[in-house]
């Protein structure tokens, strides 16, 4: 079992950046991944970001990449996503997720991840 925590979403203007963070704790094994999804009002849920345990690869949807970072603290079994040049059309609320045995191939898919966090709004103002 793994639960996750999200913190550090926020208000903010167009342009800015915020930082999440989501705490993980509970057992992960060596090929799990963690990912961060969004959901807007009245959309999917759709794919942001994930990086996986074992190497620290990366995976970014598009429409982020280029200005959203994930990356890892290992000590601290942390998932960082940084987020800079803020649209309004990143307004969401963002949770973490976390799966173990996630190929590549399905790294992007909402259904491959079975842990999730409660979720951290994201507001940007134009």
């Known amino acids: 079992q793994v639960q996750l925590v999200e913190s550090g979403g926020g208000l903010v203007q167009a342009g800015d950046s915020l930082r999440l963070s989501c705490v993980a704790s509970?057992?992960?094994?060596?090929?799990?991944?963690t990912g961060w999804f969004r959901q807007a009002p009245g959309a999917e849920r759709e794919f942001v970001a994930a990086?996986?345990?074992?190497?620290?690869?990366?995976h970014y949807a598009d429409s982020v990449k280029g200005r959203f970072t994930i990356s890892r603290d290992g000590k601290k079994n942390t998932i960082h996503l940084q987020m800079n040049s803020l649209k309004p059309e990143d307004s969401a609320v963002y949770y973490c997720?976390?799966?173990?045995?996630?190929?590549?191939?399905?790294?992007?898919?909402?259904?491959?991840?079975?842990?999730w966090g409660q979720g951290t709004q994201v507001t940007v103002s134009s």
């Open positions: 997720a976390a799966g173990n045995g996630i190929i590549l191939s399905a790294i992007r898919s909402i259904n491959a991840y079975i842990y």
């Open positions: 990086i996986r345990w074992s190497g620290g690869s990366t």
């Open positions: 509970g057992r992960t094994s060596s090929n799990s991944a």
